[in-house]
């Protein structure tokens, strides 16, 4: 078949953009790749970005350094990743609360499904746990669904601050089990475990590993978890949406990068992240710091945004969540 000078001349230079483009990502990174976390150091999503980094940094051949820029709910991190360069040396480690506080926030023009490009999940569906006070007359989840509609606005809703995951996981419980409870913010989880455990408020949403202690001394009483399936740790507890149709909260993580990142680049650190997912050096330690893995495309993680994006603004919307 005949093909035209033009033709051949457009897929000859098609060819050596492709060749070069090649070339630059095989030689990616050059020098140091940081990657931006909006908390400070230590807890679960710190940890995640130092095992991902280190495991990164073995295997591209350069250092991979966390910033913490703590602040504004991790807004901070995300818009300085945001302005940063599309070359691949800024990544950011960002997760559902990300994405709910800039949903929430009314101070900045920020949206992740359009802003940065998803590279690869880290973890997937990290357990939140219903605890109550045990004093409360309630075992299950119905049960406390009957003597909440019995005793509307009368029962205290403890959360690690208002907006943050532990505050809309129960304002959805709210929005789908039709129940008033009186939102309780706190300034840290300590706080509003130490007045749960004294019965001043009575019912929190709490992540699994951080409430795990209080369970088995029988300071608190779980009544379901969050995720659509049990947790293993907790396998007699059943899971909220076993008896509230379409409840299910589950915080993920990944890292992202600024929109306009070449493709290259995107595959390649996606492609080097699910290896250590895979591997007990990397997936297997942050499995043991409470955060299951979650290996998946670019595309995989984008889809997860889009859909908690879409998710806590409904409940947002519905409680008429304000930022503090």
């Given at each position: 078949?005949?093909?035209?000078?033009?033709?051949?001349l457009?897929?000859?230079?098609?060819?050596?953009?492709?060749?070069?483009?090649?070339?630059?990502?095989?030689?990616?990174?050059?020098?140091?790749?940081?990657?931006?976390?909006?908390?400070?150091?230590g807890?679960?999503?710190?940890?995640t970005?130092?095992?991902?980094?280190?495991?990164?940094?073995?295997?591209?051949?350069?250092?991979?350094?966390?910033?913490?820029?703590?602040?504004?709910?991790?807004?901070?991190?995300?818009e300085?990743?945001?302005?940063?360069?599309?070359?691949?040396?800024?990544?950011?480690?960002?997760?559902?609360?990300?994405?709910?506080?800039?949903?929430?926030?009314d101070?900045?023009?920020?949206?992740?499904?359009?802003?940065?490009?998803?590279?690869?999940?880290?973890?997937?569906?990290?357990?939140?746990?219903?605890i109550?006070?045990?004093?409360?007359?309630?075992?299950?989840?119905?049960?406390?669904?009957?003597?909440?509609?019995?005793?509307?606005?009368?029962?205290?809703?403890?959360s690690?601050?208002?907006?943050?995951?532990?505050?809309?996981?129960?304002?959805?419980?709210?929005?789908?089990?039709?129940?008033?409870?009186?939102?309780?913010?706190?300034?840290?989880?300590?706080?509003?475990?130490?007045?749960?455990?004294?019965?001043?408020?009575?019912?929190?949403?709490?992540?699994?590993?951080?409430?795990?202690?209080?369970?088995?001394?029988?300071?608190?009483?779980?009544?379901?978890?969050?995720?659509?399936?049990?947790?293993?740790?907790?396998?007699?507890?059943?899971?909220?949406?076993?008896?509230?149709?379409?409840?299910?909260?589950?915080?993920?993580?990944?890292?992202?990068?600024?929109?306009?990142?070449?493709?290259?680049?995107?595959?390649?650190?996606?492609?080097?992240?699910?290896?250590?997912?895979?591997?007990?050096?990397?997936?297997?330690?942050?499995?043991?710091?409470?955060?299951?893995?979650?290996?998946?495309?670019?595309?995989?993680?984008?889809?997860?945004?889009?859909?908690?994006?879409?998710?806590?603004?409904?409940?947002?919307?519905?409680?008429?969540?304000?930022?503090?």
């Amino acid at each position: 078949m005949m093909i035209s000078r033009r033709r051949a001349l457009a897929a000859a230079g098609a060819a050596a953009l492709v060749s070069s483009r090649s070339a630059w990502a095989f030689d990616y990174p050059t020098r140091p790749v940081k990657i931006v976390v909006g908390l400070p150091p230590g807890g679960s999503p710190d940890t995640t970005a130092r095992l991902a980094g280190q495991w990164l940094a073995e295997r591209l051949g350069q250092p991979f350094i966390i910033e913490n820029r703590p602040g504004a709910g991790g807004n901070l991190a995300a818009e300085a990743v945001i302005r940063a360069p599309a070359d691949g040396y800024t990544l950011l480690l960002i997760g559902t609360p990300n994405v709910i506080n800039a949903a929430l926030s009314d101070k900045v023009d920020l949206d992740f499904t359009r802003d940065v490009l998803p590279v690869a999940t880290l973890t997937g569906n990290s357990p939140f746990v219903m605890i109550v006070h045990p004093a409360l007359p309630a075992r299950t989840v119905p049960e406390f669904i009957a003597y909440a509609k019995a005793n509307p606005g009368k029962i205290n809703m403890a959360s690690t601050g208002t907006g943050n995951m532990s505050h809309v996981s129960g304002e959805l419980f709210k929005m789908l089990a039709g129940v008033d409870l009186l939102h309780v913010p706190f300034r840290g989880e300590a706080l509003a475990q130490g007045d749960l455990m004294s019965g001043r408020v009575q019912v929190m949403f709490d992540v699994l590993s951080a409430a795990m202690p209080y369970i088995k001394e029988g300071m608190v009483r779980a009544l379901g978890v969050t995720t659509a399936q049990r947790s293993p740790a907790l396998p007699d507890v059943p899971a909220i949406g076993e008896f509230v149709r379409d409840y299910e909260v589950g915080a993920s993580s990944g890292l992202a990068a600024p929109r306009n990142t070449p493709r290259e680049i995107i595959d390649l650190l996606n492609r080097e992240i699910n290896l250590g997912l895979a591997d007990p050096r990397m997936g297997g330690r942050i499995a043991e710091v409470g955060s299951p893995v979650l290996i998946g495309s670019p595309a995989d993680f984008g889809d997860i945004i889009a859909r908690q994006k879409a998710k806590w603004t409904e409940v947002i919307k519905f409680a008429g969540i304000k930022p503090d």
